[in-house]
């Protein structure tokens, strides 16, 4: 029974090898923003993936503790912190555009009785109000995998996690996906756990210039 227990546990926690794919291998082609917002070079879509990674190499520890100023520590975060951090690579600063954004329309967040920019853009369910009227929604059924692109953003379990898609696939296509449940690999064959409701691509080109906030030097 133990053993059956641990097999289970490390297929469930994606510990056991497996052979990583890449979109090449199921004849997709990978999309490339038209938008640099921070002209370092890389285009938007994969500096945000670029940045999930570095927030899954670093490994910071499962802390959802509450910051003045609103940013943890590198090595403390939580789901929706992979996601701000990602976009800072691509020199966003999603805190700020966030709260911007409950300034001008404070109806379509239900979830905030009172306003606290340090807080308020860590919530899953503020970031699926942001990025429902911002991004690109997409096809939530992972069998579409000529659909899912290394940096878009996806929303699980009734809006209660979150992660960015890698570049790196499963055997059936599907992508890893890049996210931090305090889990032991933090980019993972993830779909085969979490449901998803919400699946967004960010093209800034779509999106008014008042809403794009950079992040400060």
């Known amino acids: 029974m133990s053993v059956s227990v641990g097999l289970y546990a490390s297929y469930y926690y994606n510990l056991l090898p497996a ?6 291998d199921f004849g997709i082609e990978t999309l490339h923003s038209s938008v640099d917002f921070d002209g ?18 670093n490994h ?15 090595d403390i975060g939580v789901c929706t912190d992979v996601v701000w ?27 905030i009785e009172k306003r606290d920019n340090n807080i308020d853009f860590r919530r899953v369910v503020n970031l699926r109000v942001f990025f429902e009227e911002y991004a690109i929604s997409l096809t939530v059924d992972t069998d579409e995998i000529n659909e899912w692109q290394p940096g878009d953003i996806v929303i699980f379990n009734n809006n209660k996690h979150i992660g960015i898609v890698s570049d790196k696939q499963n055997a059936d296509g599907q992508p890893y996906i890049i996210h931090n449940s305090g889990q032991p690999k933090r980019e993972e064959d993830y779909l085969k756990r979490g449901n998803v409701v919400g699946h967004y691509r960010f093209d800034a080109s779509l999106v008014n210039p008042s809403i794009l906030i950079e992040w400060p030097e």
């Not at 370092?40 to 879509?45: A, I, R, W």
């Open 40 to 57: 370092d070079g890389t285009d938007d879509y994969t500096d945000i993936l670029l940045g999930a990674r570095m927030d899954a190499e």
């Open 19 to 24: 052979k990583i794919y890449t979109a090449e």
């Open 85 to 111: 951090r990602a976009f800072k690579n691509a020199g966003y600063n999603l805190r700020e555009m966030v709260d911007y954004d409950v300034s001008l329309r404070p109806e379509a967040y239900p979830a």
């Open 60 to 74: 910071p520890r499962y802390d959802g503790s509450y910051y003045d100023g609103g940013f943890p520590p590198d």
